[in-house]
């Protein structure tokens, strides 16, 4: 390659030198150029020159296709190396980037001219146009055109419980211990840092009306068997997110796959991922009532206008289902431990389809945001040799309105209807209760919360919440033998007392209301530092069994100093 264009510099170079002898010879008296031996050199210069245009263009072809074979075994390299080339249509991104220049470095070429003669004006010398500039990078992570972006947060939380709940920043309220436990009568301090949380966000924008991401996200919420609170600890990380998305402007259409909140959970805006709108809290099981879990979806968005989307999500299913103290009177499969690649110390439901959920979305300009949502869930057994298949589902809606525009929201937000317990963070009974025939009764349920977030300034954030879960009674009695959830024969005589093990308390209402503060003590280029307080009392409710329906309660207060690199 290095050896062509040296020879395409010299043979320019000899052309330029002919060229311009010939004109010299040109411009001379007829009488000068009537010498035998003039007109003979000239013709021989011409024909040199004639000699050396041919040889200068068949070489330049062979320059070029030189270049189009080494173009080619690039791309192919890219495709194997999983890197793509630059796009060759504009895109919003920026304009197409300029052809590559392959014009040989030295002066530029000249126009063929055609032969001089006599008394004619010097011939114009035209000069090609200059080379284009190099085709300019693409950007992003490597050149690749790949934008990537960190996230998270590093936290430090103390937590205080009067009721000892023996667990980290994710507070079980379902099981708040009665006063047969000595639990109740212990409190609980702790600190924790494992709620620190880091994620990564990878985009590409493939053309003007195309775009793909991936988002991952995790913390160290997770706990194997070696983890511990005396030396070492050894919790391992714990994934929260891991989708990627596709997102269509021209069609209006985004689609996602993998794992992310629920569909049924409230967005701030539209039906867009990470737009979700989460409580404030510390407390990382966030406030009763607050639709909410975390499973791999396909999950399907069509914008209609501006304002108006609608959606569709097929979710990952489990039922969480209550057998009660006495096996049905069947031969009866609901559930499994895990085998390879789930957790051997878990169980699993036999579960047959996914759960389908429904929403739509409506985001008057400057009069907040509303959804209206549905699910569907199929619950299966098989009792006495045969499989035994049921529905449950609910209807739900939420609400964000701006009492004050960027100082003073409200919002709220109600589900209910059958089999959707495991939907509530309280996760209080079950999501399907077990008949004396083997074959589950969906539990019916309500979760509902409200809320006030305040920005008296900018570095200030306030926030109040109440909410409330309550499953209804789904209980069967069959020759004295009591079944399924909140049974009136359920013995809680020895709730009261400590030591006693006659507490059944089945869980009828968990109600909760809890606030505080974000503060941001720094703000600026170096990140954002916050800290926060939050204080929450929660009350349990059990279903009246023998011995009456006793209630507990706890009170909890955390703090949290956060450091937000990005």
């Given at each position: ?98 052809a ?9 070429p ?12 010097p ?29 998270g ?25 009665f ?34 991401a ?44 993998g794992?992310?909140?629920?569909f ?30 975390r ?51 878990a ?56 009492l ?46 409200v ?116």
């Amino acid at each position: 390659m290095n050896a062509s264009l040296a020879l395409l510099r010299r043979l320019r170079g000899r052309l330029a030198f002919a060229i311009g002898f010939a004109w010299i010879v040109g411009a001379l008296p007829a009488s000068a150029q009537t010498e035998p031996s003039v007109a003979d050199t000239i013709k021989q210069l011409q024909s040199e020159i004639k000699d050396i245009q041919q040889h200068y263009e068949a070489l330049e072809k062979r320059h070029q296709a030189e270049m189009r074979r080494l173009q080619r075994e690039l791309a192919d390299l890219r495709a194997q190396t999983g890197r793509k080339p630059a796009p060759s249509s504009p895109t919003a991104s920026g304009p197409k980037p300029a052809a590559p220049s392959f014009a040989p470095v030295g002066p530029a070429p000249v126009a063929a001219l055609p032969p001089p003669q006599a008394g004619s004006a010097p011939p114009q010398v035209v000069a090609a146009p200059p080379p284009a500039p190099a085709e300019a990078k693409r950007g992003g992570f490597m050149n690749t055109g790949i934008e990537l972006t960190p996230g998270g947060f590093l936290e430090g939380a103390t937590i205080y419980r009067s009721r000892n709940l023996t667990a980290d920043i994710g507070s079980p309220w379902n099981t708040i211990p009665f006063p047969n436990s000595a639990n109740n009568h212990l409190s609980e301090f702790r600190f924790s840092a494992r709620q620190t949380r880091l994620s990564l966000l990878a985009e590409g924008k493939v053309d003007a009306a195309t775009a793909i991401a991936g988002y991952v996200e995790g913390d160290f919420l997770s706990a194997p068997t070696d983890a511990n609170g005396v030396e070492s600890n050894s919790y391992s990380p714990r994934l929260r997110h891991a989708y990627a998305t596709l997102d269509r402007n021209d069609l209006r259409l985004h689609v996602l796959a993998g794992q992310d909140w629920t569909f049924l959970t409230i967005f701030n805006h539209g039906l867009v991922p990470r737009q979700e709108r989460l409580p404030l809290t510390i407390d990382n099981q966030l406030v009763p009532g607050f639709t909410w879990v975390r499973q791999p979806q396909v999950r399907v968005v069509q914008d209609l206008d501006a304002a108006t989307s609608v959606g569709l999500s097929l979710e990952s299913p489990q039922a969480s289902v209550f057998s009660g103290p006495n096996a049905p009177f069947v031969p009866t499969t609901f559930s499994n431990t895990g085998g390879l690649h789930l957790n051997p110390l878990a169980t699993y439901s036999t579960d047959i389809a996914p759960d389908i959920v429904t929403k739509i979305a409506y985001d008057p300009d400057g009069w907040g945001h509303y959804e209206a949502y549905g699910i569907g869930r199929l619950f299966r057994s098989r009792a006495a040799f045969e499989n035994r298949t049921v529905w449950g589902g609910g209807i739900g809606a939420a609400a964000i309105y701006p009492l004050i525009p960027k100082q003073l929201e409200v919002q709220g937000q109600v589900l209910a209807g059958y089999g959707i317990g495991r939907y509530g963070p309280g996760i209080l009974g079950a999501d399907v209760a077990l008949k004396p025939d083997g074959v589950l009764a969906p539990i019916p349920e309500i979760q509902a919360m409200v809320g006030l977030v305040g920005h008296p300034t900018d570095a200030l954030d306030l926030y109040l919440y109440a909410g409330l879960e309550q499953p209804g009674r789904t209980a069967f009695t069959v020759g004295g033998k009591p079944f399924g959830y909140g049974n009136a024969l359920y013995d809680n005589s020895g709730c009261l007392t400590e030591g006693s093990a006659l507490c059944a308390a089945n869980t009828s209402r968990i109600w909760q209301v809890t606030g505080g503060p974000w503060y941001r003590v720094y703000r600026g280029d170096y990140g954002t530092l916050q800290i926060g307080a939050q204080l929450s009392y929660t009350r349990r409710n059990i279903f009246s069994g023998i011995g009456g329906s006793p209630s507990t309660d706890d009170l909890i207060f955390f703090t949290s100093l956060r450091y937000i690199p990005l």
